[in-house]
C-alpha cells in the first residue's frame, strides 16, 4: 500500500519554538513515500499461526500482556528509497532500494491513544535488534504508542538468519553497496513518516496503515547508546538536508547533538555514563539529566529480557564481572519523565526543569561520594536518596560489565543503623520521590511503585 504524502505546511515558528502539534517539515514526494506490508501474521509460540515456517513470529516479541491493558503489537515490512550518508553528512548514494521491518505497540483503540508516538532505533550493540528504550509501564499507563525501527544492516542480518521465511527479503545495504549503515538514517526517518501518514490531512480521514488509523499528534525519536550515536549524525549532519520529520528527539545513555536546531533535544544519562565535569549547558532547545547510581544497562532490563532471550535466542547471556552487577536504580522512572516533559516542550513550548549535575573531584576524573560510596549530586531518586544497597554505575570485568554498574545491597547492620524503625525509612522514601515528583523528575505513578517497594521491606 502506498501512503498518500504528508500534507503538512509549514507553520508559524514563534519565538523560537514550535507551536502546539507543529511539525515544520513537509511530506516526502510521492515517489519517495515509504510502503508498508503488513501486519505481518504469527505470535510468540503457543499461536496456532506461529506453527508455520512462514508465519513465526515477530523477533523479541514483547511477552507483556498488551491484550489486558488494550494494546496490540504487530510487524510490518516497510520499504522505499532511501539516501545514504557517510559519517560525516556527506551524501554519498541517492534512491537505493530497501525494506526492512518495523514494530509497533499501539493502543487498540484511539479513544485510548494519547496522540504521542515513540519511534526507537532499534539498538544493534549485541548482535541483534535490542527495544532497549520500550518501557511498557509507562508507555501503557500514558496510552502512547511505540515503534521500533529495524535501522542498521547488523540486526537485519541476524533477523534474516533467525527467519529466512520471515525476513529474508529484508536489505538495508543497497544489494550490498552500502554496508556501514549509510542507508541508516533516512530509513529511521521513513519509518517517521509511515507513522505520520496515519495523521488526517487538513481534518480529513486517516489514511494510515501503520498506526492502525491512530492519528499522531507528536512524534518524538528516540535512541539509547550507539543508537543515540547514530540518532547524533542523523540530527546534527543530516538533518540539515532532510524536511524535518519528528518534533523532538530523546538521547539516552549516549551522546547528543551539538547542533542547535527546531526541534527540541532531551539527554538523559546513567553515572555510568557521565565521565567527565566538562558538559553543555542547557538551552532552550536542549536539556540534559544525570542520575546518579544509575548504570548504562541496569536490573530493570536485564530481567525484562531474560525470557525473551531464552525464548529467540536459545539462552540469555551470563557475565563474570569484577563486581556484583546491574544497578537498581531505575533509570527508566527518569526516562518517562523526560518523554512527559519532551511532549510538553513540543506542544505547548513548555521547557522542562533543569537537574543538577553530578560531582567530581578537582582532578576531574573522579566521581564525588558520600560515606556509603553512593555518588553525589545528580538526580538522586530515592534508591540513592534513602539507600539500602550500594548502587552505582561502576564495575569492570567481562565483555559488557562496564555498562552494568553495581549493585551491593547493606547488610542488616548497616540497615539498622541507617533506618531504626521501618516506618522511618518508608517516611523518608515519600519524602524523596515527593521532592523528585516536584522538580519534575519522576511521575506520581512511579513515586508509587516505589512506596509499594519500600512497604514492602529491604527488597531493595
Sequence with gaps: MRFSPRGLVPLVIAFGVLLPGAHAGAAAPP?????????????VPGDRLAERVEDTYPFFSTPVDLAAAGYVEQEFHLSGTADGYAVDGTRVAAGVPYTTRVVVRRPAHARHFSGTTLVEWQNVTAGYDLDALWN????????????????QRVGVDQLRGWSPARYGALDVTGGGRFTADELSYDVFTQAGRAALADRPRDGGPSSGVLLGGLRTRTLLAIGASQSAG????????????????????????????????AEPVFQVLSETDVTSPRRPADTDRFRRWEVAGG???????????????ERDLGGAPTYACDRPPFSRVPVHHVTAAAYEHLRRWVEHGTPPPAARPLEFEADGVTKKRDALGLALGGIRLSQVAVPTALNTGDNSGETFCRLFGTHVPF????LDRLYP???????????????????????????KRNLRDALAGWSR
Design 230 to 261: 547514530r540518532m547524533t549524525v542523523l540530527y546534527d549532519r543530516v538533518l540539515p538536508q532532510q524536511e524535518p520529520v519528528f518534533d523532538g528527539y530523546a538521547f539516552v545513555v549516549g551522546p547528543a547533538p551539538t547542533r542547535v536546531g
Design 136 to 151: 511498557a509501564e509507562s508507555v501503557l499507563r500514558a496510552g502512547h504508542a511505540w515503534v521500533g525501527v529495524s535501522a
Design 31 to 43: 515517489d519517495r513515500a515509504p510502503q508498508l506490508v503488513g501486519p505481518l501474521p504469527g505470535t
Design 411 to 414: 547488610d542488616r547492620a548497616t
Design 295 to 309: 548504570a548504562h544497562s541496569g536490573h530493570e532490563g536485564q530481567v525484562y529480557r531474560e525470557p525473551i532471550a
Design 421 to 447: 524503625e521501618h516506618a522511618g525509612y518508608v517516611s523518608r522514601v515519600v519524602s524523596a520521590d515527593v521532592a523528585n515528583v516536584r522538580a519534575g523528575h519522576l511521575l506520581p505513578a512511579d513515586a
